[in-house]
């Protein structure tokens, strides 16, 4: 069980890592939405992760999800997978 945690907790951390490379991509390009996500990709190996970027106004929010699956072998069957989301908002700087 602690083995599962600790794969769970390691791939939150790389979906927060994700999402503030997302958003900082966004803010200074000029198409934020056609930034924002193959910078998600790129900062992480996850697959398949979710990107979505919102840019409103004079910021940028970008919420990256990737579905954990729970395989550590014995506890892994008794756990359903589990979904980790980070939420990043910056404010847009002129390119």
């Known amino acids: 069980a602690v083995v599962q945690v600790g794969v769970v907790v390691r791939d939150r951390l790389a979906v927060q890592l994700a999402a503030r490379e997302a958003a900082r991509a966004a803010v200074v390009a000029a198409d934020p939405v056609a930034a924002g996500t193959p910078a998600a990709q790129r900062a992480v190996q996850l697959r398949p992760l979710q990107v979505r970027v919102e840019a409103s106004g004079d910021t940028v929010t ?6 954990e699956p729970t395989d550590v072998p014995l506890i892994g069957a008794l756990l359903p997978d589990v979904e980790v989301s980070a939420t990043v908002t910056m404010a847009v700087e002129p390119p």
């Open 62 to 67: 970008v919420t990256v999800t990737y579905l």
